[in-house]
């Protein structure tokens, strides 16, 4: 009983608001907003009607459902590798920070897509150039987390460690890194919700193929439940890309219950 009026309780509104959408668009009879059944039915038609053999995939799945989720997925790594490994070097170093500050805070405050159109010419259409899009652009907020919560370090453990005479490597993977750890996790689910919308926003100028790519070609082509399928399809992705994270995160941080509850139910 408590299982399924936690259930109503989470996703009572997501369901009124389907439902009243359903209806809604069928009473407008509107060509620009299909319901959601046909757009379901789109999808399926268009990703998922594929032989057994290839899990139901059809063609266009694999040239852009995958497609999509290679570049996501290798331009976020890169960006938490760059981000985690720069933000320790700063966060470590005041003289550095206060270097590198001005530079990283003019850098942070260009908006990624404007700079689409040079990325392609520099590096002409293709993934390389997305991934270099995806990169730049997440790549701020994992970067200023990992400065921050390691600058806020318990000066008590730096001191110990001092004394100690522990080695740099071992203080700073056995003791830096696990006291920033919830304060990077925030960096990180702020990149990866902005992963995919510069995904999106590459693939619609840049690309011959992927998600962005697909909602470009099916808005000119005027086939609208399709187009819609593909938001819809961008909006699951991001909350199944989000609950996978809050599952890493919570484990990550299960041995420190008091901040795992503070970042996750912040």
Same mark, same amino acid.
């Given at each position: 009983?408590?299982?399924?009026?936690?259930? %109503?309780?989470?996703?009572?509104?997501?369901?009124?608001?389907?439902? @009243?959408?359903? %209806?809604?668009?069928?009473?407008?009879?509107?060509?620009?907003?299909?319901? #959601?059944?046909?757009?379901?039915?789109?999808? @399926?038609?268009?990703?998922?009607?594929? &032989? =057994?053999?290839s899990?139901?995939?059809?063609?266009? @799945?694999?040239?852009?459902?995958?497609?999509s989720?290679?570049?996501?997925?290798?331009?976020?790594?890169?960006? +938490?590798?760059?981000?985690?490994?720069? $933000?320790?070097?700063?966060?470590?170093?005041?003289?550095?920070?206060?270097?590198? $500050? #001005? %530079?990283? =805070?003019?850098m942070?405050?260009?908006?990624?897509?404007?700079?689409?159109?040079?990325?392609?010419?520099?590096?002409?259409?293709?993934?390389?150039?997305?991934?270099?899009?995806?990169?730049?652009? *997440?790549?701020? &907020?994992?970067?200023?987390?990992? *400065?921050?919560?390691v600058?806020?370090?318990?000066? +008590?453990?730096?001191?110990?460690?001092?004394?100690?005479?522990?080695?740099r490597?071992?203080?700073?993977?056995? *003791?830096?890194?696990?006291?920033?750890? #919830?304060?990077?996790?925030?960096? /990180?689910?702020?990149? /990866?919700?902005?992963?995919? *919308?510069?995904?999106?926003?590459?693939?619609?100028? $840049?690309?011959?193929? $992927?998600?962005?790519?697909?909602?470009?070609?099916?808005?000119?082509q005027?086939?609208? &439940?399709?187009?819609?399928?593909?938001?819809?399809?961008l909006?699951?992705?991001?909350?199944?890309?989000?609950?996978?994270?809050?599952?890493?995160?919570?484990?990550?941080?299960?041995?420190?219950?008091?901040? @795992?509850?503070?970042?996750?139910?912040g």
């Open positions: 009983m408590i299982k399924m009026r936690g259930f %109503l309780q989470r996703w009572v509104v997501f369901i009124g608001a389907i439902v @009243a959408w359903e %209806l809604l668009t069928r009473a407008a009879q509107s060509p620009f907003f299909p319901p #959601p059944t046909t757009i379901v039915g789109t999808a @399926a038609e268009k990703w998922f009607s594929g &032989p =057994a053999s899990l139901f995939l059809t063609d266009e @799945a694999f040239s852009d459902l995958l497609a989720l290679g570049r996501i997925a290798a331009g976020w790594l890169i960006a +938490v590798v760059l981000g985690v490994a720069l $933000g320790t070097l700063l966060g470590r170093s005041r003289t550095a920070l206060d270097y590198f $500050g #001005p %530079l990283m =805070a003019f942070r405050a260009i908006p990624p897509p404007v700079l689409v159109p040079v990325f392609l010419v520099l590096l002409g259409i293709g993934t390389q150039m997305q991934i270099t899009v995806i990169v730049f652009g *997440v790549m701020w &907020p994992i970067l200023l987390n990992t *400065v921050d919560g600058r806020s370090v318990d000066q +008590v453990k730096v001191d110990t460690a001092r004394s100690f005479r522990i080695p490597a071992h203080w700073i993977f056995g *003791v830096v890194l696990p006291a920033a750890t #919830p304060k990077i996790f925030a960096g /990180l689910r702020v990149s /990866l919700s902005l992963a995919l *919308v510069l995904m999106v926003v590459s693939e619609l100028v $840049g690309s011959t193929n $992927g998600i962005g790519y697909r909602l470009m070609f099916d808005q000119r005027f086939d609208f &439940p399709a187009m819609w399928a593909g938001i819809v399809l909006g699951i992705l991001g909350y199944l890309l989000n609950t996978l994270l809050l599952v890493v995160e919570r484990r990550a941080l299960s041995w420190q219950p008091s901040q @795992a509850h503070q970042v996750v139910g």
